[in-house]
């Protein structure tokens, strides 16, 4: 199951910078679930996370101007 990390309300950069953080703290192996309300955070996020070395999974729209990033960290920091 995905450890959830809710960032409704967040913008980027910060998106990405929490979404990086929390990443950090997970063993290799383990899932995120990013939740976003900001558009551009759904193209700023996975673009980095794949820069750094960790899995983009997919993005999903959750509901009108929401969405879910699945995220697998794949190297450590």
Same mark, same amino acid.
């Given at each position: 199951?995905?450890?959830?990390?809710?960032?409704?309300?967040? +913008? %980027?950069?910060?998106?990405?910078?929490?979404? $990086? +953080?929390?990443?950090?703290?997970?063993?290799?192996?383990? !899932? #995120?679930? @990013?939740?976003?309300?900001?558009?551009?955070?759904?193209?700023?996020?996975?673009? !980095?996370?794949?820069?750094?070395?960790?899995?983009?999974?997919? +993005?999903?729209?959750?509901?009108?101007?929401?969405?879910?990033? #699945?995220?697998? $960290?794949? @190297? !450590? %920091?």
């Amino acid at each position: 199951m995905p450890e959830t990390l809710d960032l409704r309300g967040e +913008v %980027c950069p910060f998106t990405f910078v929490r979404a $990086k +953080v929390r990443l950090e703290q997970l063993r290799v192996g383990a !899932s #995120l679930r @990013v939740i976003v309300d900001h558009e551009p955070a759904t193209r700023n996020i996975p673009r !980095s996370v794949r820069e750094w070395g960790q899995e983009v999974i997919g +993005v999903t729209a959750t509901a009108p101007g929401e969405w879910q990033i #699945l995220l697998v $960290k794949r @190297v !450590s %920091c």
